[in-house]
């Protein structure tokens, strides 16, 4: 297991067009997180998942954002009707269960509204 | 509410020097960990050191070690013998440890090492 991948690394969309993002964890690891990261800013909670269950959703989270995790596995964030405002870096987490150290990110994908 | 500050958007330390980013943190929580993470150029963020809040001894992991000090709220990273290869954002964050799962981030300081 290499870590954790997010697919694509960039993603250059028009305004009000649908975008999906994929990540995928490390195997063994329950516990997914979704961050969003704009441009000279820490990266910011989105949503929570354990296993397939998803338990926390941030007020960022606006209704054009969906994120599943059908299987407990890999994860997909989408972004329906892009706004300029959306443009960021999409950080995608895992851990496992009862950790309290750091979590295993990915490199994240680079969403650019244009 | 949680918050973290770091007043230092940007760092510079010459090669093989020490150098300390500051961290201070907001929180009515009882129990929480802090972290430090790095995000070099290429976009992931990379565990650092981690503390407890009630952790006794400040914590060290290898060139890195955490400054906590829990009255004054701070939580600052020391990096000893800079080499190039630490050029890249630091970030602090805070979790709660008694509830929730998500991570509060600082704003980040960028570091360069100068040869």
């Known amino acids: 297991d290499t870590g954790v991948s997010q697919n694509p690394r960039h993603k250059i969309t028009k305004r009000g067009q649908n975008v999906t993002f994929r990540c995928d964890p490390i195997?063994?690891?329950?516990?997914l997180y979704w961050y969003r990261q704009t441009l000279g800013q820490g990266p910011e909670f989105l949503t929570y998942?354990?296993?397939?269950?998803?338990?926390?959703k941030s007020r960022l989270l606006s209704d054009r954002f969906s994120a599943e995790r059908p299987k407990g596995s890999f994860s997909t964030l989408e972004i329906q009707r892009t706004e300029q405002g959306d443009s960021a870096m999409y950080l995608c987490?895992?851990?496992?269960?009862?950790?309290?150290?750091?979590?295993?990110f990915g490199s994240g994908t680079r969403l650019t509204v244009v | 509410a949680q918050k973290i500050t770091q007043t230092q958007p940007g760092m510079f330390v010459q090669e093989k020097e020490a150098v300390t980013l500051d961290c201070t943190y907001d929180?009515?929580?009882?129990?929480?960990?802090l972290f430090w993470y790095k995000q070099p150029s290429s976009g992931e963020m990379i565990f650092l050191i981690y503390?407890?809040?009630?952790?006794?001894q400040n914590a060290t992991e290898g060139r890195y070690s955490l400054n906590f000090q829990k009255a004054r709220k701070s939580a600052n990273l020391v990096i000893s013998a800079s080499q190039l290869g630490d050029s890249a954002m630091y970030f602090c964050a805070m979790r709660p440890e008694d509830y929730g799962q998500n991570f509060v981030f600082g704003p980040g300081t960028r570091l360069s090492v100068l040869p």
């Open positions: 195997s063994e690891h329950n516990r």
């Open positions: 503390q407890g809040s009630y952790d006794q």
């Open positions: 998942f354990q296993n397939e269950a998803q338990l926390e």
């Open positions: 929180t009515s929580d009882p129990s929480y960990g």
């Open positions: 987490a895992s851990s496992p269960d009862g950790s309290n150290y750091g979590y295993t």
